[in-house]
């Protein structure tokens, strides 16, 4: 693969830089010749999120220019947990879920980074190198340079220290973390982590860690360094990725390609831009042409493109239409949102719609009725004492203007 020299600027002009640990170096690294860096996954679910395949597009515009990408899959830190920026002990999992976890997301990996052909990226796993170590040795090697009273500090464990929970298990993933990046350099001459923000506080401990042990021993290990993203959030602030049935996940069994386009399609106006710039390759100054001439217009390309990169064109493709019949025609099509349930007869509108997922309560169906925002079979729903007729084998129920289901009897 040709190398190109600018990444970093690529990544600037995009909106993923958000923190280095030496900007200077960094952009020096990454335009004079190939590096080799990693991002972290844990396998904590059997899936991945849109803020991991945000990450993933930061590190596929590296691996584009020529750098040698790792992906960490964390079969070792996943039985601990990562406390960054929660309340509450991540739930413990067994070691047979986080295996299987591990297997489902290596085979997702594909979708976002090149893993065959040319400039292959590798997949490792912590679990490889951890679990063989003792518990005294670890202590003595990685634990004696870390300052309790530093770590406490951190905003990772701000929020456990709140509440008065942190465990001295959860203490210990930031060593871990740290020590993969040892590791990772010293077999493979990987000298940069990158990670969103939230990872600050973590990558940030591996390149200390590097500093400390090269001045306790005297070895010549070159400058590690730790590039973050922002986290993905909406121009309000608020963080993206959550829909009415929950986290906006990758695979079609959790979240629907149609729910999926919804969700972007529906994004806020001043969000449009920036989701362009991260989620297409599409030129900046092409982007900025499209947003200002028509933001509508604008809209259904990120959209479309968002669904592409993680669904394919084809099932993008499909989505599209059935969202562009729904909201000229109203007309319904297989790939409509479905839901099936056992009714038959007659039943009272307001316990009929609180069996659908679309909606979180009661309260909330006759809320929006009195707000004339439910329709069933294109007639609008005005009395919450109205019973619907369940002979038919379909429903079509739409919720405000954007939310449509097909509910099959």
């Known amino acids: 693969m040709k190398f190109k020299n600018n990444a970093f600027e690529q990544l600037e002009n995009r909106g993923f830089v958000f923190q280095t640990t030496n900007l200077e170096e960094t952009k020096r690294i990454l335009s004079e010749g190939p590096i080799t860096f990693y991002i972290g996954i844990d396998p904590t679910a ?24 790792i992906v960490l899959i964390g079969g070792a830190t996943a039985l601990i947990g990562d406390p960054s920026n929660k309340t509450d002990m991540r739930k413990m999992l067994t070691k047979e879920e986080v295996a299987r976890n591990a297997k489902e997301i290596k085979g997702l990996l594909e979708r976002f980074i090149v893993l065959e052909g040319e400039n292959p990226a590798i997949i490792v796993d912590n679990a490889d190198w951890l679990k063989p170590i003792t518990y005294i040795d670890f202590l003595r090697d990685v634990g004696v340079n870390f300052n309790v009273s530093e770590m406490l500090k951190k905003d990772l464990y701000k929020n456990r220290l ?17 020590f993969d990046f040892i590791h990772l350099n010293d077999k493979f001459g990987c000298v940069l982590q990158i990670g969103g923000s939230d990872q600050w506080g ?54 629907s390609a149609f729910d999926f386009f919804q969700h972007f399609v529906n994004c806020l106006d001043a969000d449009v831009e920036r989701l362009l710039r991260f989620f297409t390759k599409i030129d900046v100054k092409e982007i900025q042409r499209i947003c200002k001439e028509d933001i509508v217009k604008a809209k259904k390309l990120m959209a479309f493109e968002v669904t592409k990169l993680v669904h394919g064109e084809v099932e993008a493709e499909k989505v599209r239409k059935t969202s562009e019949e729904l909201f000229s025609k109203g007309k319904a099509d297989e790939n409509m949102p479905t839901e099936e349930i056992k009714l038959s007869g007659k039943i009272n509108v307001v316990d009929f719609l609180s069996q659908l997922s679309i909606f979180n309560s009661k309260s909330e169906i006759r809320r929006l009725i009195e707000q004339n925002g439910i329709m069933i079979d294109d007639k609008k729903v005005e009395n919450i004492n109205e019973n619907i007729d369940l002979t038919k084998k379909e429903i079509i129920v739409k919720k405000g203007k954007k939310t449509f289901l097909k509910v099959k009897l």
Request: with cysteine; charged share 20%.
């Open 46 to 69: 059997d899936d991945l999120h849109i803020g991991h395949f945000f990450g993933l597009q930061m590190a596929r515009i590296l691996q584009d220019c020529g750098h040698k990408c």
């Open 162 to 178: 709140k509440q008065g929970g942190l465990t001295f298990m959860e203490m210990g993933y930031m060593l871990m973390q740290a």
């Open 202 to 255: 973590n990558i940030v401990a591996g390149t200390e860690l590097s500093r400390k042990m090269n001045f306790k021993d005297g070895t010549e290990r070159p400058l590690m360094m730790g590039l973050t993203c922002p986290l993905l959030t909406n121009a309000e602030g608020i963080k993206m990725g959550k829909t009415e049935k929950g986290t906006l996940w990758v695979s079609r069994s959790k979240t």
